[in-house]
């Protein structure tokens, strides 16, 4: 049974304690659009960062882009989105809700929430039409069909029109790969979930372009480099799985396709797709830009459009799933603790500094380890009521070590440290604190 409590408690938790706020609150709220508080923005930079170390900086054969959210409106028509990328609606004339016609067993009709829309006696659902989950604006003054402009769906598109200009500008060879963090946006019709599925949200994708007939053993190590990637964030394995996507699942573009799933407190859902996008894209761009993508092997001395093998991670998902995964709750001494259990390299804040009394010259020595510590990784201060109070402060918002000056560190200069998920103790000289902890965290 999906335990979805467990959801409302880690809503609570966000928004109480700083990693995720609902959008313009003091205006009643914007649906499905949500900001990231002072820990939320930490734990999600800190697993951006990680994607972008393990793809751009550890691989010589990845460039890093960064291309804007604004396109050319040609780029969708050639990518296919403004013809294709709809889901079918429908409407309930009763309701008014509206819902996706081919995800009805997910839905909850608003009068009889037991029931699937159409289910209730009186759900009167119109026939499914299409509609397109692109945002559009305009370009300059002037509101009218010439000047529209859309909102990116995906950052992919932004990668292939770029594709020469980052070949030819870091001289690299097929194969390589050039990966993006940026924000896209979708209409969509039945987001929910928290952050799980939203109307603006960011994706970490990477394009890696290949010669055609490699393309099949690049797309099989890159699945398993993907799935590597997610258990050393940490998240349990077993709650990791793959779904492959059979004929009528696949995207236009995609000749194969995997999503990485997680399992969810509302089910097993894709936080990754892994695809193979054949030469689809860039053979639209090269047809509708009337401009030649194809790739010259000098080795070879041919001539070939590239393959591109892609994967597709949503950084707000993949927060989501390290919060999910983080979260549990102990009975200890009869009382019940509340643990985010990051992995220290994702956890918002490494280490909390703690003086055991606010007198005897703790503050003053705990001051100067925390404003020394501060210069090298995130650490906090706290200093506010009982020490117990205040680990458990610590072990909410996951901070996997606590540090507490006392009266043996005026002494002697030793602190202790504390683990978060043993709840032991060392003792250590305080000059060993920041190498202690360096050694311990992977970035
Ligand atoms: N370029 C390929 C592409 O965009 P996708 O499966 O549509 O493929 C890739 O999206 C990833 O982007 C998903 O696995 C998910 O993590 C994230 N994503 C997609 N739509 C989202 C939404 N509405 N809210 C949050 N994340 C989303």
Not at 24 to 31: F, I, M
Not at 400 to 420: K, L, Q, Y
């Amino acid at each position: 049974m999906a335990d979805l409590s467990v959801m409302e408690k880690l809503v609570s938790l966000a928004k109480r304690r700083g990693f995720v706020f609902q959008s313009s609150e003091v205006y009643g709220g914007l649906g499905s659009v949500w900001d990231y508080g002072p820990l939320g923005v930490e734990l999600k930079r800190n697993v951006k960062d990680r994607w972008w170390q393990s793809l751009v900086h550890a691989r010589d054969d990845i460039e890093g882009l960064d291309a804007a959210i604004l396109m050319h409106p040609k780029v969708w028509e050639a990518s296919g989105h403004v013809a294709g990328f709809t889901d079918p609606m429908v409407d309930c004339r009763t309701c008014k809700g509206r819902f996706r016609a081919d995800k009805l067993e997910d839905a909850r009709c608003p009068q009889k929430p037991s029931k699937q829309p159409g289910q209730h006696s009186t759900c009167d659902l119109t026939e499914p039409r299409l509609f397109n989950l692109m945002f559009k604006t305009f370009m300059g003054p002037v509101e009218e069909s010439a000047s529209v402009v859309y909102l990116r769906p995906e950052t992919a598109q932004g990668i292939y029109v770029n594709y020469q200009n980052v070949l030819t500008s870091s001289r690299q060879k097929i194969p390589f790969g050039i990966a993006q963090i940026g924000k896209a946006f979708r209409n969509e019709i039945t987001p929910g979930n928290f952050i799980f599925r939203t109307r603006e949200f960011e994706q970490m994708e990477m394009q890696f372009f290949v010669r055609p007939g490699t393309d099949d053993e690049w797309f099989e190590q890159w699945r398993e480099i993907r799935m590597g990637w997610h258990h050393a964030l940490g998240l349990a394995p077993a709650r990791l799985r793959w779904h492959q996507h059979s004929g009528t699942e696949l995207a236009h573009y995609a000749k194969a396709a995997y999503d990485i799933e997680y399992e969810f407190p509302f089910g097993w859902q894709e936080i990754e797709g892994i695809h193979n996008r054949t030469d689809f894209d860039l053979g639209r761009h090269q047809e509708h830009s009337g401009k030649k993508l194809e790739y010259f092997d000098q080795a070879a001395n041919d001539r070939f459009l590239p393959y591109v093998v892609e994967t597709s991670a949503g950084a707000d998902r993949v927060t989501l799933t390290t919060l999910v995964d983080a979260y549990r709750e102990e009975v200890v001494e009869g009382e019940t603790r509340v643990v985010l259990g990051f992995h220290a390299d994702i956890a918002p804040v490494k280490v909390a500094v703690l003086p055991l009394m606010k007198k005897d010259g703790h503050p003053e020595l705990a001051t100067e380890l925390y404003h020394g510590l501060r210069t090298r990784l995130r650490a906090a201060y706290d200093d506010g009521g009982a020490i117990g109070r205040r680990y458990r402060r610590q072990d909410e918002i996951g901070t996997p070590w606590c540090v507490t000056i006392d009266n043996e560190t005026i002494a002697a200069r030793t602190v202790t440290v504390r683990h978060r998920d043993s709840m032991k103790q060392d003792r250590i000289g305080i000059d060993h604190v920041t190498g202690w902890l360096t050694e311990r965290l992977g970035n």
